[in-house]
């Protein structure tokens, strides 16, 4: 047996093991709120892992895959109708029992998650783009929102604030921070994707403020993880008020910078002009 279907093999194997770790039986049903989150992301990204695999193999024999390809009811059987290579028919059938078993484990664990009921989920989800899962990630890593001091310091707990990097007066800020709750950063930020191309009413203050900090700063990533920041801290306040979300109270402008008492500096022009009527009179 080659060496290219022993890591597939056993590629399979460690995930298949993953996904019957990941099915919580019915009595722990009151800590999947803790863990839902990072079981669900887990699951997901092994079954995408293995699915993106599958798709480098048919790559390197020439069969090319559409984007949604694995997204349909009947990829198996196109799947199975491929030309494929016998060592990459061999490959295909072990990773697809590990594949469904990855599916099935993740579909048991929504419709458990969807069998519990906290009204601060219910809250949270009418916030534009943030579904159950997603309120319910934030509702287990905040737990109580009265514990935190601000705002600033529920970004920083959900890794979203940028790294600091200062000597002396000067202060540099770099990427986003990952010492936080990375599912919670995951989230926000997959929320915040879905958010940019909504055209509902109750999301255009949140758009705006998208719209206004990629024209500021010139990085649609930067506006993507500045609105995943904004979205957490919204959900903190309607957490810690208990209220609904109010299109009407979210500031769509960005935080300005403030005003330097330094003077202007002259551009090169200006400087040019100025040496020429010098120089004439």
Known sequence: ???????????SRRTYRVAEFCCIPLEYQDRVIGFHGQ??????????????????????????LSEK??????????????????????????????????AEGEAELIERLRGLEDARTELLESVPSIGML?????VSALDDAKRFDNRKCVA????????????????????????GR???????LQCAHVLVRMKSPASRPLREFFLRTERQTGSKKKAIVALARKLLTVC???L??????????????????????????????QRVRTYQLNRVA
């Open 39 to 64: 079981d669900c992301s887990r699951l997901m990204r092994q079954r995408v892992t293995m699915l993106n695999t599958l798709r480098g193999y048919l790559k390197q024999e020439g069969v090319r």
């Open 182 to 188: 990375q599912e919670v950063r995951r989230v926000m």
């Open 156 to 179: 920083n707990y959900g890794a979203l604030t940028p790294t600091i990097f200062q000597t002396g007066n000067e202060v540099h800020l770099g990427r986003i921070n990952r010492d």
């Open 236 to 238: 903190y306040g309607m």
């Open 240 to 269: 810690k008020s208990g209220k609904a979300f109010d299109p009407s109270k979210v500031e769509a402008k960005p935080p300005r910078r403030k005003a330097s008492n330094a003077p202007a500096r002259e551009s090169t022009g």
């Open 1 to 11: 047996m080659s060496r290219r279907i022993l890591h597939a093999l056993n590629s």
């Open 134 to 138: 997603s309120a319910m990630t934030v």
């Open 69 to 102: 390809f694995f997204a349909q009811d009947d990829w198996k059987q196109q799947l199975a109708g491929k030309k494929v290579s016998d060592t990459l028919r061999a490959i295909i059938e072990a990773f697809r029992p590990a594949i469904d078993a990855l």
